[in-house]
């Protein structure tokens, strides 16, 4: 009698830790598919799995920058619940595909929910990589209040055309002809 309360009481026990740490720490962890990012150059904070979505504060933001230099770049700041984001991805997507092999394509993702993200990233096929801003201090640093925004830096690290709203063709080519002249 006495050992089947002591197994009740340890079920019990398990259960309510097992309650307990899924109840503080959200669901488990499921693990991140694998897309590879197509990306110019290999630098140790450039993301090389496209759903990865590590998080990002400005000083790692700027490290990335910092290790970017050489390579022309196209910032594009977006979220899965932003409409005009959903509209100017396919350009992006396509753009970032013409200019393989010439300019690195690098997006940050803010306050959104990494499940939500990767659905989105998965939706339009986007193989550039991303980096995760919970918080929006990414977007402020660059100067941006709303979104989307695009910012093109040259290969000397300069920022030379800043776009803070939906890109359309015309001006996602005149940023990338700014940036790839040399």
């Not at 998080?55 to 022309?72: E, I, V, Y």
Request: proline share 8%; aromatic share 6%; hydrophobic share 40%.
């Amino acid at each position: 009698m006495r050992s089947m309360r002591l197994l009740r009481l340890t079920a019990a026990a398990v259960v309510l830790s097992t309650v307990a740490v899924a109840c503080t720490h959200g669901s488990p962890d499921r693990p991140v598919p694998t897309v590879t990012a197509t990306n110019v150059v290999t630098r140790p904070l450039l993301p090389t799995n496209v759903m990865e979505l590590p998080s990002f504060d400005p000083a790692s933001f700027q490290q990335l920058m910092d290790q970017l230099k050489g390579t022309p770049v196209v910032v594009n700041v977006w979220a899965s619940w932003c409409k005009p984001c959903e509209d100017e991805t396919p350009l992006l997507v396509k753009a970032a595909k013409s200019a393989a092999g010439k300019v690195q394509f690098l997006g940050v993702d803010i306050q959104d929910a990494r499940s939500s993200a990767q659905t989105f990233l998965r939706k339009y096929g986007v193989t550039y990589p991303s980096v995760y801003d919970a918080t929006g201090a990414v977007k402020r640093q660059l100067g941006f209040v709303g979104q989307p925004d695009t910012v093109f830096y040259d290969a000397s690290g300069r920022p030379v055309e800043k776009v803070p709203q939906q890109l359309d063709q015309a001006t996602l080519q005149a940023g990338l002809a700014k940036i790839t002249a040399s």
